[in-house]
């Protein structure tokens, strides 16, 4: 087994990862790293030396080492083609990545927990709540506007759209974040969650989850 993912239960971009690696078939070796405060295994010399961003996920697959869930998901799609998580042609495969960027880079930066640290510790803030809900639904909007059909967001196929959503709805839904405004994005995240890749790539299921 050559590819090995540093993950955490609960990080959302580790979570996109394993879903994409469980639909192209992929066996893989996961290394938990904590990033629960009081274990912050992220922050240790030791992983630094593997990934200086200090984040999860890191793929490494033989000479191969990278960061970033969005690098590693293209980087899977390119290396190992048979399971096509991207469509075939355009416009729709564009439409799948802009999909894709709508969450990686407006909606999840923002709600990640070294985010979330900083308000609480630099402005002695509780963004758990209206922070969340606020920029969920700011990015969730333009999302359920952008969703097909379905029975997943882009059709009658898994994408690479779908392993962005599931992670980020789970995410809100954890939060109590009202979503019935968006009743495709909830139809196609349940639809997704009943497929065997999505269910192994859940949080519960990882080998570092905390109950």
């Known amino acids: 087994m050559s590819i090995k993912l540093y993950s955490y239960w609960r990080s959302s971009a580790a979570y996109r990862v394993r879903i994409a690696l469980n639909l192209k078939g992929l066996e893989y070796q996961t290394v938990p790293i904590s990033l629960a405060p009081g274990e912050s295994e992220h922050r240790k010399d030791e992983y630094r030396a593997i990934n200086p961003q200090m984040l999860v996920p890191f793929l490494e697959d033989g000479d191969i080492a990278i960061a970033q869930s969005m690098a590693i998901l293209e980087y899977l799609e390119e290396t190992y083609p048979d399971v096509s998580l991207l469509p075939a042609e355009d416009p729709l495969r564009s439409k ?17 927990l070294r985010i979330l640290n900083y308000i609480k510790t630099k ?3 509780d963004p758990s709540a209206d922070w969340y809900s606020h920029w969920i639904h700011e990015g969730f909007k333009a999302a359920e506007v952008l969703g097909g059909d379905g029975p997943f967001i882009f059709g009658d196929a898994v994408t690479l759209a779908d392993a962005l959503l599931v ?13 019935e405004d968006y009743p495709k994005l909830i139809a196609a995240c349940d639809a997704c969650n009943e497929l065997p890749a999505f269910k192994l790539a859940a949080p519960e299921q990882q080998p ?3 109950s």
Do not use: S
């Open 123 to 125: 402005f002695d803030a």
């Open 167 to 179: 992670p980020q709805m789970y995410n809100a839904r954890r939060f109590n974040v009202p979503l």
């Open 208 to 210: 570092d989850a905390v």
């Open 96 to 112: 799948v990545r802009a999909f894709c960027n709508l969450i990686a880079c407006d909606v999840h930066p923002i709600l990640n």
